[in-house]
């Protein structure tokens, strides 16, 4: 089983839509969460953190749900510049950040 | 601020040769992190150091490659004999603190061995 699973996608959603992304961890001893978005060809950059109390930044929400080792992606009001692929990434209990592999999404006029 | 800085941007060579991938972290930052990405790996640890000490290298593929970071702010890693499996892109990533901090990536050096 590999230590952090995403839906690979691709994802193709109309400028406007709400599209949520969903990744599963499997080591309960990871205390950082985060999502890295990376454009094609681009380095990864962070999005945003993950914290267990949920939280927004703009028109992103990211959900931590420890007991079901789990967390989320939501963007609502997609744009053209959103398509990229999105990065779940948690830490290993250390000082290791274990990353996805990613789920791509493509934002069509 | 300047982020990470990495060199080569691209680098082709021929199998065999030696091939040496730079970075420059974030000022400040205490943890370094040396990556490759595939297609078909997707993003794998190579090796990461604090303080300029080198803690897990579990992830380095074998003994063709080594790294080093002689300072705080300069980081090499060394491909040699280099090998056509060894093309991929190469990130450098630097952190603050420990426990999982957020890491920022380098623009990476995209390595082709021919």
């Known amino acids: 089983r590999k230590e952090v699973e995403q839906d690979p996608g691709p994802f193709n959603v109309p400028e406007g839509a709400t599209v949520a992304f969903n990744c599963t961890y499997s080591?309960?001893?990871?205390?950082?969460f985060f999502w890295y978005r990376q454009d094609c060809r681009k380095e990864p950059k962070l999005l945003m953190s993950v914290y267990s109390s949920g939280n927004e930044d703009g028109r992103f929400t990211a959900q931590l749900n420890r007991a079901s080792q789990y967390i989320s992606l939501l963007i609502r009001d997609s744009k053209l510049s959103d398509s990229a692929t999105y990065l779940c990434v948690v830490n290993d209990g250390y000082n290791k950040l274990i990353f996805g592999a990613g789920t791509r999404l493509a934002v069509h006029p | 601020d300047a982020g990470v800085i990495q060199s080569p941007r691209h680098e082709v060579t021929e199998m065999g040769q030696e091939v040496t991938l730079r970075c420059k972290p974030i000022s400040g930052h205490d943890y370094l992190f040396w990556y490759r990405q595939t297609m078909m790996r997707g993003l794998e640890l190579l090796i990461y150091?604090?303080?300029?000490?080198?803690?897990?290298d579990s992830g380095m593929p074998e003994d063709r490659f080594s790294a080093k970071m002689p300072n705080a702010s300069f980081s090499t890693l060394k491909i040699q004999p280099s090998e056509p499996r060894d093309s991929a892109v190469y990130f450098c990533?630097?952190?603050?603190?420990?426990?999982?901090?957020?890491?920022?990536f380098g623009d990476g050096t995209r390595l082709s061995i021919l």
């Open positions: 080591n309960s001893a990871s205390q950082s």
């Open positions: 990533a630097s952190s603050l603190g420990a426990q999982g901090a957020p890491q920022h």
């Open positions: 150091f604090n303080n300029n000490v080198p803690i897990d």
